[in-house]
């Protein structure tokens, strides 16, 4: 190998290590989050669990202003799930019975919506969707998870 | 310890004192026998329990006549053209009860036959009970009140609380809902607003509005004075009279006057509404019986069930009816207070879970749960 090779190898190893280091520094969040991005993390967070707590609680107002309506029944998820129990968000994926397939806690809200509720199903990857599974999810921290369960 | 253990605690050490339970004439029979050993795992216990489904059966001593008497409760009825099902169910309710054979003395509704209070929900149940021609007593849910302070529910069915003795036994209403602290005037609550509150089980805006009241334990107490300390007292009441889950109002605030009126009396039982599931207890000398519901079951408590409680099946949401329906109670010549769970489409014995994977209880494994975020802000409200 002469050394002009060895030269532009030394070069073209250098520039990519170069290139990927950086990338690696704009990608991994290497500076420390300041308590206030927290805060607005959290903030932004706990907004979708006060949504989501809103249209599970049946609130009209939300339902409308998201272009939803999660029911015609008068019967609201909060009605048979007091404090979100019995939502179970830590054991989907699961097989679901009531839908005869493997699911995910989405696919059960739509069955509710759906079903006890008579309502008109939501997409699954609508705002109003995020909302509802944000609020299940915070109700239910701590839960331990159990993937799979009946 | 945070209050709610404290308060847990205070409740055993004061009810709960060693050896203390029912009167010894309460005769344990096969079929309790059978439900305790359940609850401890024994093997025969397990092995036996197919053969005695209705393991909630209740024994009181005291000689009268055989009797039967129905119990519907938690219709929860919108008015007809919102929900169909629910007054599907209610009218099924009746009619059941209204084939009993031999008839049963009398019906009693234990309240929440509207859901919002609204006067053409409550005509709706009021014309729906018309059905059974038997004799009815009433007493109220919350959500039969707070729209209009129970002026309608009044106006259809009379006093909220009341008492009658009916072959041996004095028969006690107690109204449980009507002495909510005041929690709207100071928000300035329309009565739709107020009756939303206090509608949503786990909202935190009605507080702790279930209790006897001070006015009331007086009646209580009065009422009782003159009924012999050993005669059965069968206590009807629509929130149970002992802490089984505050934050849902699953008790009364007052559980401790309550218990210490009923104390000197040895054959007391409690029938109870609001809690809409299979659900069984003894507190000191009282015997607590919850009822299901004809709307829909709520879940057990978070944090568990009375042991007595065997607990019931894992209802199917996918079928409205699952999970739901009266009671008939019979009171027998032979010393016994019998309790059938009448639930919708399912034989006796396929009320209780008996599998692990079907039991209402068993659902709750693994799960921690967290009260609601949206309502906290209500008192900062203009």
Redesign the interface.
């Known amino acids: 190998m002469t050394r002009r090779v060895l030269v532009i190898v030394g070069i073209s190893v250098a520039v990519l290590l170069g290139v990927t280091l950086g990338t690696h520094r704009a990608l991994a969040h290497k500076e420390r989050h300041t308590p206030e991005q927290l805060k607005i993390f959290d903030e932004v967070f706990l907004e979708q669990v006060r949504i989501g707590d809103l249209l599970f609680h049946g609130d009209g107002e939300t339902e409308k202003k998201m272009g939803v309506s999660l029911s015609k029944t008068g019967m609201a998820c909060a009605m048979c799930h007091p404090f979100a129990s019995d939502t179970h968000p830590y054991e989907f994926p699961k097989f679901q019975e009531q839908i005869e397939k493997f699911g995910t806690l989405r696919d059960m809200i739509n069955w509710c919506i759906e079903k006890p509720q008579e309502g008109v199903r939501i997409d699954a990857d609508s705002d109003a969707m995020k909302a509802l599974e944000a609020y299940i999810y915070w109700a239910n921290r701590g839960s331990r998870l159990d993937p799979g369960r009946h | 310890m945070d209050s709610l253990e404290r308060e847990r605690r205070e409740l055993d050490t004061i009810l709960r004192r060693p050896g203390e339970r029912p009167d010894s004439s309460v005769r344990i029979d096969r079929r309790t026998f059978l439900h305790k050993s359940i609850v401890c795992g024994t093997a025969v216990g397990a092995a036996s329990f197919g053969w005695f489904p209705l393991l909630n059966t209740l024994d009181v001593a005291y000689g009268a006549e055989t009797f039967k008497f129905a119990w519907i409760s938690d219709n929860h009825l919108?008015p007809k053209d919102?929900?169909t099902?629910f007054v599907e169910k209610a009218v099924r309710a009746v009619e059941e009860v209204q084939a009993m054979t031999p008839p049963a003395d009398f019906l009693i509704h234990g309240g929440d036959i509207a859901?919002l209070g609204d006067p053409v929900e409550i005509a709706l149940g009021s014309d729906i009970l018309k059905e059974a021609k038997i004799r009815k007593v009433f007493i109220p849910g919350e959500h039969d009140w707070y729209l209009d302070m129970g002026a309608t529910w009044r106006k259809h069915f009379g006093d909220p609380n009341w008492t009658f003795d009916h072959k041996g036994v004095r028969f006690i209403g107690l109204d449980t809902v009507s002495r909510a602290p005041d929690y709207w005037s100071a928000t300035k609550m329309s009565p739709k607003e107020r009756m939303g509150a206090m509608a949503?089980?786990?909202?935190s805006i009605g507080g702790p509005w279930a209790g006897v009241g001070s006015d009331q334990l007086k009646w209580l107490n009065h009422t009782l004075s003159s009924w012999p300390k050993d005669r059965p007292v069968i206590v009807f009441s629509h929130n149970p009279l002992y802490e089984y889950y505050p934050?849902?109002n699953f008790w009364v605030r007052d559980w401790r006057e309550v218990q210490e009126i009923l104390r000197p009396y040895t054959n007391v039982t409690n029938v109870h509404g609001h809690t809409h599931q299979v659900l069984y207890n003894e507190i000191g000398k009282m015997r607590s019986i919850g009822m299901l519901a004809t709307s829909?079951?709520?879940?057990y408590a978070?944090e568990g069930v009375p042991d007595l409680t065997k607990c019931m099946v894992r209802a199917?949401?996918?079928d409205?009816f699952d999970g739901m329906g009266w009671a008939r109670l019979t009171v027998t010549a032979a010393e016994r207070v019998q309790n059938e769970y009448m639930m919708f489409g399912r034989k006796p014995q396929n009320v209780f879970g008996e599998a692990l994977?079907d039991s209402g209880c068993a659902?709750?494994?693994?799960?921690?749960?967290?009260?609601?975020?949206?309502?906290r802000g209500w008192y900062s409200k203009d």
């Not at chain 2, 949503?200 to 909202?203: A, H």
């Not at chain 2, 829909?296 to 879940?299: D, G, N, S």
């Open positions: 919108y919102v929900n099902r859901q949503t089980l786990d909202g934050p849902w829909w079951p709520w879940p978070p199917d949401p996918g409205y994977a659902d709750n494994v693994n799960q921690e749960l967290h009260p609601r975020i949206a309502d």
